[in-house]
C-alpha cells in the first residue's frame, strides 16, 4: 500500500495524443506538460545521414522555409505514421520534455490511436513508443478518450456521441457502458480543409500559398455556416503567372464554399453514424445531443451547421483540442477505467 502510494508520488507516466496536427502530453499528477505540433525537421547531410535539427512549434515555422539541406516533416499523416523513424524521434523529444530532459526515465504511456486503423498500423505506434523509452504502452481509441476528456458518461448504460474533428481525420462514435458501440472514422479533418483553401486560391487568383497561409485563413475567417457579417482577411502568396509575391483580400463567403467538400464528408459521417446507431441509444441522444471535440470543432459556425442538418442539439467540449489527451490522462490516474477502455487486442 505505502509502497503503491510512493510509486504514484514518483510516477512518471505519461499519456499522449499524438495527432496528425498536434501532440499532446499528459503527465500524471501534473497535467498538460507540453502541446506543440507534430512536425519535426531534419538535417540530412551528404552521405544520406539524418539529424534531428527542431520538434514541434520551432520546426512548423520551418514548414515551406527551408533551404535544400533541411526538410520540415510531419511524420504523422491521415492520423497514423507516415514515417516511422521520425515519428519515434518526435515521441523520443518529447517524453524527454515531459520528464526535464531526464534520460532515464522509462515511463508507461497510454497513447490514443484512431478508432478503425489497422493492427499493422497499432503496431507501429506501439513500438515507436517502446523505441522512445517506454517500459509499458496502453492504446485507447481516440473517440474514447475524446469522450472521456469531453466529460461525458461514457461509464452509464445510455448513448453518447462525440465527434472529433482532428487535422487528419474525423471520428464520430457512439459510446455507452464504456465500450464503443458504433464508430466510423474518415480521413478528412483540418488538414484537407487547408489544401481546399490551397486550390480555391489556384484557381480562382492564380495565387499560390502555402499550408501554413491556407490554415491561418481556416482559422481566421473559415466558417461552415454564414455568419451575421461577412468577413475579410488579407492573404499573400506569389502570383502563378507573373511569378512575383501579390497581396490580396478574400471573404469568409468564398472561404466557406470552397470548404464545403471537407466539410460535407464531416456531415455525412455524422448521418450515417445515426443512421446506423440502434434506436434506444438514438433515444439518449436526440436529448442529450452529439458532443464536438478536435480543433476541427472551433471551425466557426460547424456546431450551427451540424444542429441544422440534423435537428439535435449540438454542443462543443471545454477546451476541444485538449479533449483527448485530458481523457488519456484520467485513464493513468483511474487504473480500472484504463483495464476497460484500453485495446489489448494485438
Ligand atoms: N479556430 C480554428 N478553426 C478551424 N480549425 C482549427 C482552429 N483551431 C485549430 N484548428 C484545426 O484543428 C486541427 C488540429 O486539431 P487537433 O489538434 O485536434 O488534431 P490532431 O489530434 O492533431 O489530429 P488527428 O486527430 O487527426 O490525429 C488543425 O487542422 C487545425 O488547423
Request: charged share 25%; net charge negative.
Amino acid at each position: 500500500m505505502v509502497v503503491n502510494k510512493l510509486l504514484g508520488l514518483f510516477s512518471n507516466d505519461l499519456a499522449i495524443d499524438l495527432g496528425t496536427a498536434n501532440t499532446l502530453v499528459y503527465a500524471k499528477g501534473k497535467g498538460i506538460v507540453c502541446s506543440e505540433p507534430s512536425v519535426v525537421a531534419v538535417r540530412k547531410d551528404a552521405r544520406g545521414g539524418k539529424s534531428v535539427k527542431a520538434v514541434g512549434r520551432e520546426a512548423k515555422e520551418m514548414l515551406g522555409r527551408t533551404p535544400g539541406s533541411i526538410v520540415a516533416i510531419r511524420p504523422m499523416k491521415d492520423g497514423v505514421i507516415a514515417d516511422f523513424e521520425i515519428t519515434e524521434a518526435m515521441l523520443r523529444y518529447f517524453i524527454q520534455r515531459a520528464h526535464n530532459r531526464r534520460k532515464l526515465m522509462r515511463p508507461r504511456i497510454v497513447i490514443c490511436v484512431p478508432f478503425g486503423i489497422t493492427e499493422v498500423e497499432k503496431r507501429a505506434v506501439r513500438e515507436s513508443a517502446e523505441q522512445a523509452g517506454a517500459r509499458e504502452v496502453y492504446l485507447i481509441e481516440e473517440p474514447m478518450a475524446a469522450a472521456i476528456g469531453a466529460g461525458l458518461p461514457i461509464a452509464e448504460p445510455s448513448g453518447n456521441m462525440i465527434v472529433d474533428v482532428g487535422g487528419g481525420t474525423t471520428e464520430v462514435a457512439v459510446i455507452s457502458l464504456s465500450g464503443i458501440v458504433y464508430s466510423q472514422s474518415v480521413r478528412v479533418g483540418g488538414d484537407k480543409m487547408d489544401e481546399a483553401i490551397v486550390q480555391h486560391m489556384k484557381r480562382k487568383y492564380n495565387l499560390l500559398v502555402g499550408e501554413r497561409t491556407a490554415e491561418m485563413i481556416k482559422c481566421t475567417i473559415g466558417t461552415a455556416y454564414p455568419t451575421d457579417e461577412v468577413m475579410t482577411m488579407e492573404v499573400k502568396g506569389r502570383d502563378l503567372v507573373a511569378g512575383l509575391p501579390k497581396t490580396l483580400e478574400v471573404n469568409s463567403d468564398e472561404i466557406r464554399d470552397a470548404l464545403q467538400e471537407p466539410i460535407n464528408a464531416i456531415v455525412e459521417a455524422v448521418r450515417i453514424a445515426l443512421e446506423r446507431t440502434p434506436p434506444e441509444l438514438s433515444a439518449d441522444i436526440v436529448d442529450k445531443g452529439i458532443v464536438l471535440a478536435g480543433g476541427g470543432a472551433l471551425l466557426k459556425n460547424l456546431d450551427i451547421l451540424l444542429r441544422e442538418e440534423t435537428g439535435l442539439p449540438v454542443l462543443i467540449a471545454d477546451d476541444p483540442m485538449s479533449s483527448v489527451v485530458l481523457g488519456s490522462g484520467q485513464t493513468l490516474d483511474e487504473i480500472e477505467l484504463l483495464r476497460e477502455v484500453a485495446d489489448n487486442s494485438y
